[in-house]
């Protein structure tokens, strides 16, 4: 829709901040299959239980965080992009700690979280199966962070990350997103940038699809590789930007695969028709891949900038 007065769209804007202060002063947290509403996200994840449900979440801007431990539970802002939760922390984990048989976060923006150990995460996934759609995460420790559950999986899709990640007072490095043995991670049609240090996505699950997405170095800080598989994994990397960026803790590779762990076979993983660059004004010799698992990986029709060298085995 066009609005061809400036004034009916700033009374429209009037009327939605409203409506959105209105929903923060009485319930804002709504049971879509049963109409109840709540004022606190944890009571209403409590009052789902285990059951199947969505939450429909007002507009607004909100310090709640809650601790799914069973169901399988939709959270979904009524209109994408207006959902906030900033800074609330559960459990001094994360803004969502997720251990339910499967969660779903559909047009909400987390930013702010940041805890005692560095991992304040917008979501902390446990166990079960993880989908995020349309979301935002920024200004924060991590995005996502998961704990190990092989028989689940994680998809992230239409989703940006910025201003994520931290190698700071002595402690592990955080990252944009950071997943741990779980059964497959599927990250589409997603950007990543400006990040704060660590890799952009770091992941110890054995399957990984990573298509279609931006990672965008060239604002970072302090930040390592776009995409690290440390324990080796097979799927497919394809249809990627990538720029690397001049300030980095660690420059020598854009991919890195089985640099800590062959816990997984990495024989067949295709890294295929990517764009790979050095940000403007960067001057410097590094790698693509760069590989520790001595497994046969298929590296192809990449479209490689100055300074890019295909693939190291290290």
Known sequence: MTFKSPLIAAALMATVAGTAADAQRTA?????????TFSRLADAVEAVGGNNATIMI???AYRDCAVQDAGRITYKASIPGRTIFDGGICE???????????????GIIFQNQRVPDGNGAGIRIERGDLYVYNALFRNAEEGI???????????IDRSSFQRLGRC????????SIYIGYFGS????????????????VKTRTGRVTI??????????RNTNYMIDLPAGATGVISGNVFVQGQNK??????IAVAAEDTDHSSNGLNIHSNSASLAKGVQRNTWFVADWSGDQIRIANNSLGRGLTRYERR
């Open 28 to 36: 804002p947290f709504t049971i879509a299959e049963t109409g109840a």
């Open 58 to 60: 007002a507009p607004g």
């Open 92 to 106: 001094e984990k994360a803004t969502l700690v997720l251990r339910g048989k499967a969660a779903t976060i559909d």
């Open 145 to 155: 962070l998961s704990s190990d559950d092989e028989s689940a999986e994680i998809v």
């Open 168 to 175: 700071d007072r002595g402690l592990s490095c955080a990252h």
């Open 185 to 200: 991670l599927k990250v589409t049609n997603s950007r990543f940038e400006k990040g704060n240090g660590g890799h952009y």
């Open 211 to 220: 298509t279609n997405n931006s990672f965008d170095d060239t604002q970072g």
């Open 249 to 254: 803790e660690n420059w020598s590779a854009f």
